[in-house]
């Protein structure tokens, strides 16, 4: 499947997971190895005028991030290692990608260090 199939696949799994009207939806997940652990962490949520609620994503919605994030691109270097998508109630959206520690991942990361 390619990654535009994967995307579209994505979108329409947020979408059904969606009560009621939006303006914005955002998702944030995270994929990050360290010290041979995945770590695995999303936020998700929908804005309708200027107010936020969470949005429950769906399993099928979260092993398609994990697919996603394995569809790299070819000639792409290394794996994202974090993932912000972006649609609005027009149908307009984005994915954004980042590299490196991941700000969630960063935070467990510390606090597991702080146990240590």
Not at 23 to 52: A, M, N, P
Not at 75 to 85: C, I, L, P, Y
Not at 99 to 107: D, E, F, H, S, W
């Amino acid at each position: 499947m390619s990654l535009v199939e994967l995307q579209q696949r994505f979108i329409r799994e947020v979408l059904a997971g969606v009560d009621g009207a939006w303006d914005r939806i955002e998702v944030h997940f995270e994929y990050y190895v360290w010290k041979g652990d995945v770590l695995r962490q999303s936020t998700s949520v929908s804005f309708l005028d200027g107010k936020e609620s969470d949005v429950d994503l769906s399993f099928d919605a979260f092993e398609l991030m994990c697919e996603l994030r394995n569809a790299k691109p070819e000639g792409q270097a290394e794996h994202w290692t974090s993932m912000d998508f972006r649609i609005d109630s027009t149908g307009k959206f984005t994915f954004d990608h980042g590299y490196g520690v991941p700000p969630m991942a960063a935070r467990t990361i510390e606090a597991q260090d702080a146990r240590s």
